[in-house]
């Protein structure tokens, strides 16, 4: 009588998962105002040197972007000089930090240095939280790091200068996606394996959506980037309230031991969700993880660098970790690059919000019949051929009269991306084992997150050669799906619960094999079989 069968009894979708997928949405749409907050405080608009003030006249003055050039009256000679303050063409007078403190020209690294300790703040946060997680559990380590992530954005509003910035911003990106990731967890260990594709996806689609297409317009009504950075912290206070609406992680309490407090958790979702279970189910339930438990005296003593010792979690591990860097960089790139297609950047960041839903979608309908490892691979190669056509297109097209092509173009490629990082974030929690799950899944999305650090500088070589930046990942998006196809499947399989499970999952298939092509061949073995029957 292991925990699904229990679930089961106990309803593994009913109206305590109704109410766990609700509160998973709301998380995305917290989740989603933290994220993007980074970019949408920091939007650059166009800009001139403002005229100086010992301008007379008879004097021609041309006024750059970064400096200003003076001539005299017989245009002979002239002056070049820096300038001091710049006239910004802002985009329904949004006030963003860039032009309210002029970051820009000489000053326009503060920015790229405020933003680099956010992502050195997710690196720190993501190993805390998820060493936390599996610690004091996955729901308070959840509400505690939203908290945290609410109080750097929210302290962030009241900075002026770059060193309070880089500090508050450095707290911001503590929990980064902390949150959502636990949050992901907890609905994923409760919910039954032929709902999870569908009520993950779904909900993510659906609420990371709104949040994405509602952030930008939230900021153009509130005028300035510190009236919205309060407003994007105020919601994560509305997870106070989730110890007193969910119940820990039962795959969790088992791991540590905890089998009374997770029998009460199982009863109070049976009552919650109108299922009578006999005493004896659970009596056998508890029998069989002891006896677990005994046998293998390791559970609860995992740690994630246990991953690394035996060979076949060490290849899992290190591919995990590979494929993040590259998911998350190119996630973060095409989400975040916004400007200089011909439309506003707050409009095409609000429009290429909707492409979360059809994303979802997308997985929902292809990841139960090809598998993980097939949506996996399919959206890295099919994410790779889109991406490096955008890149070439918005660096070979005049933005002035292909803005809408290039626009849709944007949004295709932020549609690859988004898929490419859903369909990651449910695989690598699968193959994972659950004692370490919560510690894997955070520190496998912190090297990841660290490696976003970099993003800056990849858009930077746009500089040099525009499709650069868009080729280069593009590149990587195919080592990433090359490598995933030495991962193992996990649809339709009984999922590792320590590692010693993990070393030994899936051993012996092979890195082409597909349950789409599996069941064809089988089929086809079958039809062949009846014919020399005949």
Not at 91 to 113: F, P, R
Not at 283 to 300: G, V, W
Request: contains cysteine; charged residues 15%.
């Amino acid at each position: 009588m292991d925990l699904q069968r229990v679930l089961e009894k106990c309803g593994n979708f009913g109206p305590y998962q109704i109410l766990l997928l609700g509160l998973y949405g709301y998380t995305n749409i917290v989740s989603s105002l933290h994220y993007f907050s980074q970019t949408l405080i920091s939007f650059t608009p166009s800009h001139s040197c403002s005229p100086p003030v010992e301008d007379t006249s008879h004097n021609l003055t041309v006024l750059l972007s970064c400096n200003i050039i003076q001539y005299d009256a017989d245009l002979t000679s002239h002056r070049d000089y820096k300038c001091s303050s710049w006239d910004f063409e802002r985009e329904s007078n949004y006030e963003s930090i860039t032009t309210e403190l002029e970051w820009v020209c000489d000053d326009s690294y503060k920015l790229a240095v405020g933003q680099s300790f956010f992502f050195i703040g997710s690196a720190l946060g993501s190993i805390f939280f998820g060493y936390l997680a599996d610690r004091i559990g996955r729901l308070p380590a959840c509400v505690l790091t939203t908290l945290t992530g609410a109080s750097g954005d929210f302290f962030t509003s009241f900075v002026s200068s770059l060193p309070w910035f880089s500090f508050t911003r450095f707290v911001s990106g503590l929990s980064m996606d902390t949150q959502y990731v636990l949050m992901y967890i907890l609905v994923f260990e409760y919910l039954s394996p032929k709902h999870r594709t569908f009520g993950l996806n779904i909900i993510l689609g659906v609420f990371y959506c709104i949040g994405l297409m509602i952030s930008p317009w939230m900021a153009i009504w509130l005028g300035n980037w510190r009236s919205y950075l309060w407003a994007a912290s105020l919601p994560a206070l509305g997870m106070l309230i989730y110890p007193f609406c969910l119940h820990e992680s039962v795959e969790w309490l088992l791991t540590k031991g905890k089998f009374d407090k997770a029998v009460n958790n199982l009863r109070s979702i049976a009552k919650f969700n109108g299922r009578q279970v006999e005493d004896s189910v659970f009596d056998e339930f508890i029998k069989h993880y002891r006896e677990k438990l005994n046998s293998s005296q390791k559970t609860s003593s995992d740690t994630f660098m246990g991953m690394l010792r035996t060979p076949r979690l060490r290849k899992f591990t290190i591919i995990l970790l590979i494929k993040s860097m590259i998911i998350t960089i190119a996630f973060d790139i095409l989400s975040r690059n916004m400007e200089g297609v011909g439309i506003s950047p707050f409009k095409l960041f609000s429009y290429s919000g909707f492409v979360v839903l059809p994303a979802g979608l997308t997985i929902i309908l292809f990841q139960n019949k090809i598998g993980r490892k097939g949506m996996a691979c399919a959206s890295l190669f099919v994410g790779a051929l889109i991406t490096a056509t955008t890149g070439y297109l918005v660096g070979t097209l005049d933005p002035a009269n292909y803005s809408v092509l290039l626009g849709f173009m944007v949004c295709l490629a932020r549609f690859g991306a988004v898929v490419a990082y859903d369909a990651e974030a449910q695989y690598a929690a699968e193959i994972i084992p659950t004692s370490v799950r919560g510690q894997g899944v955070a520190n496998i999305h912190v090297v990841g997150n660290a490696f976003a650090f970099f993003s800056s500088y990849i858009i930077y070589l746009g500089t040099f050669y525009k499709p650069l930046p868009s080729l280069l990942i593009s590149f990587l998006l195919i080592i990433g799906g090359c490598l995933c196809l030495t991962l193992p499947e996990t649809l339709h399989k009984q999922l590792p619960q320590t590692l010693e499970e993990g070393e030994v999952f899936a051993k012996g298939e092979k890195w082409y094999f597909f349950p789409c092509n599996s069941r064809r061949l089988q089929s086809n073995k079958s039809d062949f079989q009846l014919e020399i029957t005949k």
